[in-house]
């Protein structure tokens, strides 16, 4: 076994089942968890590239990210990583010759059914800080990171969406959590220009927006945010 892996099976094994529909998830607790405390909640959102049913895939990018024990030590958090079927999609949209096409109001989607009753489990099985609910995800987890929050726009107090995308036109139902957008300027999978149009669209609304260009970056941007010092910190320091 890998050492990823070995790191990895720290994120128990779960499944949430909603009307003949299963939704597979792994959560890491905090270290030394109590029942008698609150913690904050983040909600991770995997790429298409790790959609399926194996429970195992989800983990590929960003599970590593809050296994460090100095993280685990200042940020006793709750950690959840869903795992979208592989036909499935996060997020509301259709491929197009220019990229994506999104819907003006993204909600009906199945897959995010699941995950938000996979969230009222949790919240109603483990304690939760319902001032610092969190989610993030990159790709199509960034895609589905803004259709989450279109969907409860007064559950989270942050949301960082890499490499995704959204129609612009949600900005005014989004604008409430704080938000960290990132994209690679040479990505050749979802152009920048996806993550541009919610970031100017958001700070017309007043949004609170911290957002990131990397020049000469491909697709996997998520690389360099995983990579920044500053981007756990800010992320577990906002609240509602």
């Known amino acids: 076994m890998s050492p990823s892996k070995i790191f990895a099976q720290e994120y128990r094994y779960a ?36 959609r399926g049913n194996d429970n195992e895939l989800q983990l590929v990018h960003g599970s590593s990210l809050f296994l460090g ?37 993204p909600k009906n989607n199945p897959m995010l059914d699941l995950v ?6 949790i919240k109603d ?23 989450l929050v279109y969907r ?7 949301a ?6 959204a129609n612009p036109k949600i900005a005014r139902k989004i ?12 990505d050749q999978v979802v ?7 919610m970031v100017s669209a958001l700070l017309k609304k007043r949004a609170s927006v911290i957002y990131n260009w990397y020049p000469g970056v491909n697709h996997n941007s998520w690389d360099t945010v995983f990579g920044d010092p500053e981007f756990l910190p800010w992320l577990f320091a906002q609240k509602k």
């Open 160 to 165: 960082f969406a890499i490499c995704g995308g």
């Open 15 to 50: 499944t949430y089942e909603e009307e003949g529909q299963s939704l597979p998830y792994r959560i890491l607790l905090p270290e030394n968890y109590s029942a008698k405390k609150n913690y904050p909640l983040l909600v991770f959102l995997h790429g298409s590239g790790e």
């Open 116 to 121: 938000e009753g996979m969230m009222d489990h």
């Open 175 to 186: 604008r409430r959590p704080v938000w960290r957008i990132d994209h690679g300027d040479a």
């Open 69 to 105: 024990s100095e993280f685990r030590k200042n940020n006793p958090a709750i950690i959840v990583f869903p795992q979208c079927s592989k036909n499935a999609y996060w997020a509301t949209t259709s491929r197009t010759d220019t990229g994506f096409s999104y819907v003006k109001k």
């Open 191 to 197: 152009a920048i220009d996806h993550s541009k149009k």
């Open 125 to 147: 099985n483990y304690g939760v800080d319902k001032e610092r609910i969190y989610v993030g995800g990159l790709s199509m987890g960034g895609m589905g990171t803004f259709e």
């Open 152 to 158: 409860n726009p007064r559950m989270f107090a942050a």
